[in-house]
């Protein structure tokens, strides 16, 4: 089955700078690739995804980029802010079933 | 709103306890999710279903089973629970299709003791 690893694990950033985060996987016929935030206390939400046939999507200060060949997608936050501090989960999806991620938890610094 | 409620919040039990976690939604969708989530595990599939019908193991069904009573209702149960069942447990339902967005609900922790 697919198998989805995330770096890093935690990851601190100054107020203002970017934050990167990073994810593999394994199934190449993967097709779909969504990232989730988690807020403290509260449940996953869907903040951004992008599917095999694009290489890039912008929503504001978030991006995520994916090279098929690689088989590697990266979550990039600009112009971090302290609301940006949470737990992101990668996902891969083929089909009705999405693996995810370890999880990165990034905290801003004010 | 449309939603997806989980029940209980919060649990107690001892070891061998048999406990049930409910889930239902309002959101009219076909697949629900059952997902665990552990420090630094991210969340780990242990079953989805796409109909009443339908019911399908995920990386780590052992130790658990579902029903699907309905469309909107889907529920966790764990038959004898162990210490290392322990966890935060939720379920999700998706949208439509192969980008289909996942809703979750407000999560389950089980604490076994």
């Known amino acids: 089955g697919e198998n989805v690893e995330q770096h890093p694990s935690t990851l601190s950033v100054q107020e203002g700078d970017s934050a990167v985060i990073k994810c593999t996987y394994s199934?190449?016929?993967?097709?779909?690739f969504p990232w989730y935030k988690q807020e403290l206390g509260k449940r996953p939400q869907l903040i951004i995804d992008i599917r095999s046939n694009v290489g890039e999507k912008k929503d504001q200060r978030i991006a995520v980029t994916l090279n098929k060949t690689a088989k590697h997608f990266s979550l990039h936050i600009t112009e971090t802010q302290p609301e940006d501090s949470a737990v992101y989960f990668c996902?891969?999806?083929?089909?009705?079933?999405?693996?995810f991620g370890g999880g990165t938890r990034v905290l801003v610094k004010p | 709103d449309a939603d997806v409620t989980q029940t209980p919040r919060n649990r107690i039990t001892k070891t061998g306890k048999r406990i049930m976690l409910e889930c239902s939604q309002t959101k009219g969708h076909d697949r629900m999710y059952w997902y665990r989530q552990d420090p630094g595990l991210g969340l780990q599939l242990i079953y989805y279903s796409f109909d009443v019908k339908d019911i399908n193991k995920g990386e780590i069904s052992d130790g658990y089973s579902v029903s699907r009573q309905a469309q909107a209702k889907f529920s966790l149960s764990l038959e004898s629970a162990i210490p290392n069942q322990t966890a935060l447990y939720f379920c999700?339902?998706?949208?439509?299709?192969?980008?289909?967005?996942?809703?979750f609900g407000e999560g389950s922790r089980l604490t076994v003791l």
């Open positions: 999700a339902t998706r949208g439509q299709g192969a980008s289909g967005e996942l809703f």
């Open positions: 199934d190449s016929a993967s097709n779909y």
């Open positions: 996902a891969a999806s083929l089909g009705n079933k999405l693996t």
